[in-house]
């Protein structure tokens, strides 16, 4: 985080108030993955935690979401965060603000390692800032987590369906 953001103690990165889930080895290219992870008006097709996304996915742009409430299933939550960080077949990030109603503020980190021409790993975290992170990390950790580790699993199934022609991705990069 830049600026002032860096010395207020309420955005204070802290080791262990991180939520990460398994990585995710994917027989698909990055390529692959990051126009899945773009495509968000498809997430209800594949993400069984973030069911609807919208958002420019500029710098700064909010990304509104409905997400499935883990600890009351079927119990939907909508959720608006910003972008922070657009770095193709590489990384997609949002971030959560520090509100005076909301004081949790978070970074959540999607990550796409290519390993080859033909497949990547995947992986994502979030981090809840601060002093009052340790909050949500106690209320919420296991089942962040679980949400985290059902979508990393239903992307390298959709991404590995689409690389091998199993399933169509109106917007995948077209071979050369």
């Given at each position: 985080m830049a600026g002032a953001k860096q010395d207020d103690p309420r955005f204070m990165f802290i080791e262990n108030q991180v939520v990460r889930s398994d990585i995710f080895e994917i027989n698909a290219p990055a390529s692959v993955v990051w126009s899945i992870l773009t495509d968000l008006k498809r997430y209800n097709e594949w993400n069984p935690f973030c069911i609807r996304a919208e958002s420019t996915l500029e710098i700064g742009a909010p990304i509104f979401m409905t997400l499935m409430y883990y600890p009351h299933p079927g119990t939907l939550a909508p959720n608006c965060e910003y972008i922070s960080a657009f770095e193709p077949e590489r990384k997609l990030s949002?971030?959560?603000?520090?509100?005076?109603?909301?004081?949790?503020?978070?970074?959540?980190?999607?990550?796409?390692?290519?390993?080859?021409?033909?497949?990547?790993?995947y992986w994502s975290t979030d981090a809840f800032l601060g002093e009052n992170g340790l909050h949500v990390m106690n209320?919420?950790?296991?089942?962040?987590?679980?949400?985290?580790?059902?979508?990393?699993?239903?992307?390298?199934?959709?991404?590995?369906?689409m690389h091998n022609g199993t399933i169509r991705g109106d917007n995948l990069p077209r071979p050369a």
């Open positions: 949002w971030d959560a603000p520090w509100l005076d109603e909301w004081p949790y503020p978070a970074i959540r980190d999607q990550i796409i390692e290519p390993t080859s021409d033909t497949s990547c790993r209320f919420c950790a296991a089942w962040v987590k679980r949400a985290f580790d059902d979508s990393g699993r239903s992307l390298k199934a959709r991404a590995e369906a």
